[in-house]
């Protein structure tokens, strides 16, 4: 199988499955986004092997991002890619290229020399090394070595400040406890911030400042909570700032 010319336009927001011998590039990726693997040549022309690029964080899908080894820092929250050996034994190496809502900003990867390809075996995140990378807004990312285990697979960093990755707000809740409202939030992937503004209304659309918490700069799970003292009656809305 064959194809050419995939581009932000034009590819496939699927999975995308290949049976051969020869290298490939599945065109993957979002809506708005191109996001490929690239694998080398399988061993045997039976070998079968699928990609599926799901924009979003992998810890939502029971791939907790804050379970990984000590040399990953941090684990991206945005993205994924679930590639997978079908049928046959063989072991290949992958690159992973990076692009769209991810990196816009320009605060995903600013030095791919720290980028690494990082696995989920299942239990945690482990480190496939770095084995070629290039770029920042747009770039990838190789296995050091042909990959033996296939399921999850997204990009990590060694440095917890280079590569900062982008923070996620893992869960906000709130509850009523007598006269007041208890707010919580969880976030991972913390870098460089101040830390949250909590705002309330009455209506969802004019907010007020309701308070302020530092934040905990963890590149692990964070916890954080607030109180508000003096809900309204009714309905009360409640936002965060970052």
């Not at 997978?84 to 290229?97: D, F, P, Q």
């Not at 190789?142 to 033996?148: D, G, I, Q």
């Not at 280079?162 to 923070?167: D, R, S």
């Amino acid at each position: 199988a064959t194809y050419s010319d995939a581009t932000v336009t034009s590819h496939i927001t699927g999975p995308v499955t290949k049976t051969g011998d020869d290298a490939f590039t599945f065109p993957v990726g979002n809506e708005t986004s191109l996001n490929s693997v690239s694998i080398t040549a399988p061993a045997n022309v039976n070998d079968k092997f699928s990609v599926q690029y799901i924009y979003g964080n992998p810890a939502t899908n029971g791939y907790d991002t804050a379970q990984r080894v000590a040399a990953l820092k941090r684990i991206s929250g945005c993205e994924y890619w679930d590639v997978k050996r079908e049928t046959g034994s063989s072991n290949v190496s992958l690159t992973l290229a990076y692009s769209g809502l991810c990196t816009t900003g320009g605060y995903y990867i600013t030095d791919p020399s720290k980028a690494r390809v990082a696995h989920w075996n299942g239990t945690l995140w482990e480190d496939l090394g770095n084995g070629g990378s290039s770029g920042t807004i747009n770039g990838t990312v190789a296995t050091a070595a042909p990959v033996t285990d296939f399921s999850p697979f997204t990009i990590a960093s060694t440095d917890v400040l280079i590569n900062a990755l982008p923070l996620r707000l893992v869960s906000f809740t709130a509850y009523r406890r007598n006269n007041q409202v208890y707010l919580k939030w969880q976030t991972e992937n913390e870098s460089a911030l101040s830390g949250f503004e909590i705002e309330t209304s009455e209506d969802g659309i004019r907010f007020t400042r309701l308070g302020f918490v530092h934040a905990a700069n963890n590149s692990g799970r964070n916890n954080y909570n607030s109180i508000d003292n003096d809900p309204v009656k009714g309905i009360n809305f409640y936002r965060l700032k970052q």
